[in-house]
């Protein structure tokens, strides 16, 4: 499974969007990009996957680079309620396990 | 639809005791995976059940066992406890496998603290 890189930490105000940036420079053609967070004390929490498209959902959108390196989770509209641990998570098939890093500590202030 | 439920909340043990942690997956779910995670650090993949067989392992020693049931839920149990297996245990099920497009859905973990 490629290696992911995130920033450790990041500020966002509240009402406005976040943008949390992911590189995955050695991702393969069949390796998803996941993306999970982890409130405080509780289990991660699934947000959006994709593979080459850009992806949209209720809680977020995913934007893939065309050479699929890097990738952005955007939250649109951040509110306190998503102040959390976010995982960028590289996976490959035949494998069900997730390969967490340190991930990004977002910060929403008000 | 219940989700991923896990007992207990939380457990106290000592060096040298056994403890087996419970997992009941999300309705339709047959594949429950086991993660461990140490204070400030990420979740670390333990195994993978599907069908009641381990299907996936990752770097931990043979003291960390599991069980699938008939009903898909999932048995963690650790051995020879050691104060380094202090941590929050998180089960994970997801449906149809191990398909790398199918999402994980995580229970709230359960805390256990070796003394």
């Known amino acids: 499974d490629a290696k992911t890189t995130q920033p450790p930490s990041m500020d966002c105000a509240e009402g406005r969007a976040a943008n949390l940036p992911c590189n995955h420079s050695t991702i393969s053609g069949n390796e998803y990009v996941y993306w999970y967070r982890q409130i405080h004390s509780q289990g991660p929490q699934y947000i959006i996957h994709?593979?080459?498209n850009n992806e949209t959902n209720e809680m977020a959108s995913l934007i893939i680079t065309e050479d699929r390196k890097s990738s952005t989770l955007i939250l649109p509209h951040a509110t306190l309620r998503d102040t959390a641990v976010y995982y960028c998570i590289a996976r490959s098939g035949n494998t069900g396990k997730l390969i967490f890093g340190q991930g990004t500590t977002l910060q929403v202030k008000p | 639809e219940t989700g991923v439920t896990q007992s207990p909340t939380h457990l106290i043990k000592t060096r040298g005791q056994q403890v087996t942690l419970r997992c009941s997956s999300q309705?339709?779910?047959?594949?429950v995976s086991w993660y461990q995670q140490a204070l400030g650090q990420g979740p670390q993949f333990i195994f993978q059940y599907y069908r009641e067989e381990e299907n996936g392992r990752g770097n931990f020693p043979p003291r960390f066992s599991g069980l699938q049931f008939p009903n898909y839920s999932s048995e963690l149990n650790v051995n020879a406890l050691e104060l380094d297996d202090s941590a929050l245990y998180l089960c994970a099920s997801s449906p149809q496998g191990i398909q790398q497009y199918n999402e994980q859905f995580f229970g709230p973990g359960t805390r256990l603290t070796v003394l």
């Open positions: 309705s339709g779910h047959n594949t």
């Open positions: 994709g593979l080459k």
